[in-house]
């Protein structure tokens, strides 16, 4: 087999943006297929100790959301959307996402956080995940790409 | 020596002379029969003719000869296919008469026929009028009997449409092609091209499709048990730990130490517990190894190596 190689870019901190990317991830190397997942600007959510166990499901400007966008804006709908994603998950036997990223990490996926919005948000290394090989800047996350194909989720 | 064979050939003679007898004997009895049966014949037919006479001259034939004529439109109106439909549906059609001439149905009908004759002096009504309107217990009441009408015409449509889809399915894929099916139909006008060809050469299309239709592999065995061309035994009853060495030297895995054999032993036996093959987490819950070990043991690929070399067939699920 030729060396494949994917890098995953996850630029928001929803629920349903981040599985597609974990799930990607772990599916590629199940596949033998080497990866690396780039977690920038509010990506840095999925990645960070306090937010991981927290991720809400974007209701609003959801194209797809069953709910009325007037509904979905009312306080705690995002809230209530999020734990029956949850729920519906675990029913399904699906690792939260905690759990994914440790699964991602002993898979031998990479995962990196972006500096710059490490910055913005004024986050510290300690308050990311200890999956997390790196912090990088975007010209690092390039180098380390190199001969991959890159996904923007 | 020479006159006990003589004694047996005459003895065959013999026996062929006496079923050459009966023979003759069958046909003299029958050419018997037939000369006597013969007037008796010609009796009936006479009769018959006097009969056939008396019907023609009452109009059967002319009436049959139309009746042949309506059932040749009829067959070449429909196929035997709806023919056969017809009939498995004749009984929906009675109840659906029945069910339309009921008194109370009627009523219904002729009301609503009268309201229509009366309409010139119904008030036009805007938006707001017809939401006020909802407030009427009568109109509430309709309103609900629509929403049952609609639901059933919904549901029938639906599994209607699901029908259509299975027998497109269903059908040869020389017919299919005249029908995209909703998948293939993007509007691109090259999808449709195929379908112009197919009546000029309906041999090599068929030939074309068959080979489409064709495995591109042979189906390869393994010290004797059939694998799937993914490479996955095709019967996981077959499995012996001997196939599972010949599968990992295949896979690039010279030789399987403990540690990958407490993993198939685990593999095997959640698979026979469970019916399915574990996924790569189930896998490292089954076994008592962590992922990074299932990963270092199986370097390549490892859900699908240590589901071919534990004989299970490809695990499904994205985890």
């Given at each position: 087999m030729t060396e494949r190689k994917v890098s995953l870019i996850v630029s928001k901190g929803g629920l349903d943006d981040a599985y597609p990317a974990l799930i990607l991830g772990n599916a590629a190397r199940q596949s033998g297929i080497e990866a690396s997942i780039f977690f920038t600007f509010y990506g840095l959510d999925v990645i960070t100790q306090s937010k991981v166990d927290h991720l809400h499901v974007n209701?609003?400007?959801?194209?797809?959301?069953?709910?009325?966008t007037m509904v979905a804006g009312l306080p705690g709908m995002e809230n209530l959307a999020a734990r029956m994603m949850s729920k519906r998950m675990e029913d399904l036997d699906l690792p939260g996402p905690r759990e994914m990223l440790e699964i991602l990490e002993e898979s031998g996926v990479d995962l990196y956080g972006c500096e710059l919005a490490m910055k913005m948000f004024d986050r510290a290394r300690d308050d990311l995940v200890p999956q997390v090989r790196d912090v990088i800047t975007a010209g690092d996350f390039f180098d380390i790409s190199e001969g991959a194909q890159i996904v923007f989720t | 020596m020479s006159e006990r064979s003589d004694g047996a050939i005459e003895q065959k003679l013999e026996a062929l002379s006496a079923q050459v007898s009966t023979l003759v004997d069958h046909q003299r009895r029958r050419d018997e029969l037939f000369f006597e049966f013969a007037p008796i014949l010609k009796e009936m037919m006479a009769a018959a003719t006097d009969e056939l006479d008396e019907l023609d001259r009452r109009g059967y034939f002319k009436f049959g000869r139309e009746m042949l004529n309506a059932l040749d439109n009829v067959v070449q109106g429909y196929s035997a296919g709806d023919v056969a439909a017809l009939a498995a549906s004749i009984v929906g059609i009675l109840d659906t008469v029945r069910a339309l001439t009921q008194p109370h149905v009627l009523k219904v009908v002729a009301q609503a026929g009268e309201l229509v004759e009366r309409g010139d002096s119904a008030r036009p009504v805007g938006l707001l009028g017809s939401v006020r309107a909802t407030r009427e217990e009568d109109v509430q009441r309709g309103i609900a009997v629509m929403l049952d009408v609609l639901r059933a015409l919904g549901k029938g449509a639906e599994q209607a449409d699901r029908r259509a889809r299975m027998h497109r399915h269903l059908a040869p894929r020389s017919q299919r092609r005249g029908h995209p099916s909703p998948r293939t139909?993007?509007?691109?006008p090259e999808i449709t091209k195929p379908t112009a060809k197919p009546t000029a050469k309906p041999a090599t299309t068929g030939a074309v499709s068959a080979a489409a239709h064709a495995p591109p592999k042979e189906a390869r065995t393994i010290a004797g048990a059939a694998l799937t061309q993914?490479?996955?035994?095709?019967?996981?009853?077959?499995?012996?730990p001997a196939i599972a060495v010949a599968i990992a030297h295949e896979l690039g895995i010279a030789k399987l130490d403990d540690r990958h054999w407490q993993l198939v032993d685990a593999i095997r036996a959640d698979y026979d517990e469970t019916g399915s093959s574990p996924n790569i987490r189930r896998m490292a819950k089954v076994s008592g190894l962590s992922t990074r070990d299932i990963y270092a043991l199986f370097p390549n690929a490892p859900g699908k190596c240590a589901a071919k070399i534990a004989g299970v067939p490809k695990p499904v699920g994205c985890i």
């Open positions: 209701l609003v400007g959801n194209a797809t959301s069953p709910m009325p | 139909s993007t509007g691109k993914e490479g996955f035994l095709a019967d996981s009853q077959q499995w012996t």
